[in-house]
């Protein structure tokens, strides 16, 4: 692959699988559970923009994406991506990030007692 293509709609949706962070603008930061349109591809990036945030568009690596099936509705002014995907993966998606958020605000919050958590968890193997 030469320079950069546009992207098939099969191949336009992708969710983010590690965390992504760069200090140069033209990168996009993403982090894990975040989903991505994909509007072109070069060998090891992609070019597009995170589905939350449509206006910030940017390069990505692509060994950071999980590319998804898709239904896109077009209707709207601004494309809406419909997973295709069984309910039950739906739900557990959105447990986890929400409890991640929690998780994250409690560590934060008081890294002390969740150090001792996990210290107590990892002894009591």
């Not at 603008?25 to 939350?52: M, P, Q």
Request: hydrophobic share 35%; net charge negative.
């Amino acid at each position: 692959m030469s320079g950069w293509q546009a992207v098939t709609e099969d191949r336009c949706y992708g969710i983010v699988i590690y965390n992504f962070t760069s200090n140069e603008d033209c990168k996009l930061r993403l982090n894990v559970g975040e989903t991505v349109h994909i509007l072109e591809e070069e060998e090891n990036w992609y070019f597009g923009y995170a589905t939350s945030n449509r206006i910030v568009q940017g390069v990505f690596p692509k060994s950071y994406i999980h590319i998804t099936e898709c239904m896109i509705d077009k209707s709207g002014p601004n494309p809406v991506f419909i997973p295709k995907q069984p309910q039950i993966v739906h739900e557990i998606t959105t447990v986890l990030r929400e409890w991640g958020t929690h998780w994250k605000h409690l560590y934060v919050v008081s890294v002390l007692i969740f150090c001792n958590l996990y210290n107590y968890c990892r002894n009591f193997k």
